[in-house]
């Protein structure tokens, strides 16, 4: 028999054991990732491009090296170029394994890219850029007048619009010269906080352009921006490629203080993620990158560092402090980011450790400090953020959900991609269960061909809450191994309940939820109810009078859903709604109205954030929120539900 070695695939999360001498492409099919491979693994078309990472990976318990494949260098140089192979780069199909090993996969690679979800929402936004845009027309220098064009323009400026004190960015001056002339001494300043010039254009230009990024942990999307209508042009989004680095924020916050060049290496990923994005929604919208002059970003605390390339380790210990938690002003082209070049980039400010510029974001699209209602405000992600308060009193908290509600720690879980089931419905009767995947609008009992690949975070919630509303799972989160079904049965280290058989999959294997699994989304929903029953707690308040699920998974997942296993405490479900992407829509305030910066700032400072682990309680109150719905609390609005 073979030797069998551990193989782990970012960022889908699939892992596995595959023996000596496969391919990575073979594992990749073993696993069910999706890899393209258009020649079928000849080695003739290049599209199988992997990454092999280096490092110890202590969730994992690999120890990934280039040194545990073997690959031929002649088909790689054929395909990849001299940076990429630098980087440890291969063809999936041309290389073996020889031991554990980490691999990327790059968006590009991705058969069926991802669906990443973080659409623009509607919202009125009020128009006062940080970046305004003011024509004049100078008076040609002449003999008798041969004031610096510098001085010229301040003073035309200041007799046309009033703006006085003004300083230039470097790269302006070094060009003002050949652009005054070329616009026949007609030009158009950009004027960033009406303190500097950051652009000048030849003749009278209108619009001006801005990009509001949202960073989250696992995606990035991009909001391209009309700053002079507030029109979003285009809207980007990909995976955050630091998850070759760790799913988690603690991980590579460990990332980046333990391994040679960590920061860099993180820091690189991000900003190169950003320049995509913008490259991508400036073709879209038939601009060019240099046409971006503003950007507004938002992510949580240590991406918020990471970004900033500021060491991220004094996070990672007692008392978890940030470097600052002000919001921060920096050059685009300081930051690596090839945009206009006195663009600038205006990061919102942190709350507190691990309370970021995300949530600050949710708070300034939300405003629940102008609310009389208790409002409940949740960001579901791999680190679950929630807000509770009103118009009185803020509290905010962090807990680490992990990435189970992503498919990470599923057995077949995945990201939502083509393929993933996404929404499902079991009969508490026969028990058989009715799914939809992504990119196919029939049930599978309306189409036998449909392809399962796995399942996806709102397919997760779905499965955990008909499982336990059928009697599969118990209130304990166990699966019940009395139900008679032919989908319920002990596998070879725990029971699974079969959601789609492997004739409805094109993975060739049936796709199950197993005991593992159930702990797995226990352990998430535990945590976000712990924070919010501690908070309610602190705050001195019974109920809440509305839950506002924030972020682009909360917008898919089904509330009820939610609510029977328990993610939130009681509320009536007709004030539980989904707001989209509210961290996105706060970058975007925050790009199109400096108002918002400045509110901004302000309320960061008054939330109070709430240490979850410090609560006398939290263990008590943690182990009673593991249970479906919860040990102990009622749920009257489920009442017509529940068992």
């Not at 991000?270 to 046409?291: H, M, Q, T």
């Not at 308060?389 to 992990?402: E, F, I, Q, V, Y």
């Not at 796709?511 to 945590?527: E, F, S």
């Amino acid at each position: 028999m073979n030797n069998q070695y551990n193989i782990v695939f970012q960022p889908s999360g699939l892992r596995g054991k595959v023996d000596e001498d496969a391919t990575i492409l073979d594992a990749a099919r073993q696993l069910g990732v999706s890899l393209e491979s258009v020649c079928g693994g000849k080695g003739n078309c290049g599209k199988c491009k992997v990454q092999i990472e280096e490092g110890h990976y202590d969730k994992y318990h690999i120890e990934s090296s280039f040194s545990a494949v073997t690959t031929k260098p002649e088909t790689n140089t054929k395909f990849l170029t001299k940076e990429q192979i630098k980087h440890n780069y291969c063809l999936a199909c041309q290389t073996r394994i020889h031991g554990d090993v980490v691999v990327f996969v790059p968006e590009q690679s991705r058969k069926g890219q991802q669906v990443v979800r973080k659409e623009a929402t509607n919202r009125k936004i009020k128009l006062n850029p940080a970046i305004k845009k003011y024509y004049v027309e100078l008076t040609p220098a002449t003999l008798h007048d041969a004031v610096g064009d510098y001085e010229r323009l301040l003073d035309q400026i200041e007799k046309d619009h009033m703006l006085t004190g003004l300083s230039m960015d470097y790269p302006v001056l070094t060009r003002l010269q050949g652009i005054v002339r070329e616009g026949d001494w007609k030009v158009t300043v950009s004027v960033w906080q009406g303190k500097e010039i950051i652009g000048i254009e030849p003749g009278q230009v209108k619009k001006g352009f801005g990009l509001a990024v949202d960073i989250g942990t696992t995606t990035v999307a991009g909001y391209l921006c009309d700053l002079t209508t507030g029109e979003v042009l285009a809207t980007e989004s990909m995976m955050n490629p630091q998850v070759a680095f760790g799913e988690d924020v603690m991980s590579r916050i460990g990332y980046a203080t333990k391994e040679k060049n960590g920061l860099k290496k993180l820091n690189d990923a991000v900003i190169g993620s950003l320049n995509e994005i913008a490259e991508n929604a400036c073709k879209r919208a038939g601009i060019k990158r240099s046409d971006i002059i503003d950007v507004a970003v938002v992510g949580n605390t240590c991406i918020h560092h990471l970004f900033l390339n500021i060491p991220p380790q004094y996070m990672g210990r007692s008392p978890f402090p940030p470097a600052i938690h002000h919001s921060v002003d920096v050059k685009a082209r300081d930051l690596g980011l090839h945009l206009a070049p006195g663009a600038y980039v205006h990061v919102l400010p942190n709350e507190a450790g691990f309370v970021g510029a995300d949530n600050v974001g949710v708070l300034i699209a939300e405003e629940p400090y102008n609310q009389d209602q208790m409002l409940l405000i949740i960001d579901i992600g791999t680190n679950g953020e929630l807000i509770l308060g009103n118009r009185k009193r803020l509290l905010s908290s962090s807990c680490a959900t992990g990435p189970a509600f992503e498919g990470a720690e599923i057995r077949h879980g995945m990201r939502a991609a083509a393929g993933a089931i996404e929404k499902l419905k079991i009969d508490p009767k026969t028990k058989e269960v009715q799914f939809k995947v992504i990119g196919n609008d029939k049930w599978n009992t309306e189409d036998k061909n449909i392809g399962a690949r796995g399942i996806c975070g709102s397919g997760i919630f779905d499965a955990a809450a008909q499982m336990f509303l059928a009697g599969i799972i118990e209130k304990s989160g166990r699966i019940n191994m009395n139900i008679k079904s032919p989908r319920l049965r002990q596998g070879e280290k725990e029971p699974e309940f079969v959601i789609a058989w492997a004739d409805e999959t094109a993975i060739n294997q049936d796709i199950a939820i197993v005991q593992k699994d159930i702990r797995a989304i226990q352990l998430a929903k535990g945590a976000m109810y712990s924070g919010a029953r501690i908070m309610m707690n602190r705050m001195g308040v019974d109920k809440i009078d509305r839950v506002i699920l924030a972020g682009a998974f909360g917008s898919y997942i089904d509330k009820t859903s939610a609510a029977v296993i328990g993610l939130f405490p009681d509320c009536d479900q007709k004030f539980v709604y989904a707001v989209g992407n509210a961290a996105g829509d706060g970058a975007r305030m925050a790009l199109l109205n400096k108002d918002k910066r400045d509110e901004a700032d302000y309320w960061a400072k008054r939330v109070e954030y709430v240490e979850l682990t410090l609560e006398p309680n939290f263990n008590k109150i943690f182990t009673s929120a593991l249970a479906f719905p919860h040990a102990a609390d009622k749920f009257p609005h489920l009442k017509n539900l529940l068992p």
